[in-house]
């Protein structure tokens, strides 16, 4: 393999025997990412040649930017549990546990800016004023 393929290789791992159900789909699995490895180098080989950067920084900026929209995602789904759901909102402790921060870390993990994007894309107002509003906020 020359590096292109190892960096796309590496960012498409092949499944571990058993981890696919149903089993007989393993090789199936197996020629996805087979497929995804080619088309991934393809993407990398013209990109890196393209910009004149080095092809494993590419990747890394990629697998950054990814990074950084999951988090964002999960900032939004924590003010959607505190501030959209239910009757009640869900407890802090909880949605630590679930999302892999501190009680104080859900705390503040969103504000207003993810307040705002949630309403926007749920299409309603929180159930209560945004205490992150009222409190001057951490974030957005």
């Not at 590419?58 to 988090?71: G, P, S, W």
């Not at 924590?78 to 630590?96: I, K, Q, T, V």
């Not at 993810?114 to 107002?125: D, P």
Request: net charge negative; hydrophobic share 35%.
């Amino acid at each position: 393999m020359n590096p292109i393929e190892e960096l796309a290789a590496l960012r498409h791992p092949l499944p571990e025997p058993g981890s696919v159900t149903p089993a007989d789909c393993f090789i199936d699995a197996c020629e996805q990412v087979a497929e995804q490895r080619e088309e991934e180098a393809s993407r990398l080989e013209a990109a890196s040649e393209a910009l004149r950067v080095d092809p494993l920084l590419l990747a890394l900026e990629d697998l950054r930017a990814q990074k950084e929209a999951v988090d964002a995602r999960i900032r939004w789904m924590l003010a959607y549990g505190r501030e959209f759901f239910g009757n009640r909102p869900y407890g802090l402790e909880e949605l630590a546990r679930h999302a892999g921060y501190s009680f104080s870390g859900v705390r503040t993990a969103y504000g207003e800016k993810e307040v705002q994007g949630v309403a926007e894309q749920i299409g309603r107002a929180p159930n209560r004023p945004s205490r992150h509003n009222a409190a001057g906020g951490t974030k957005g």
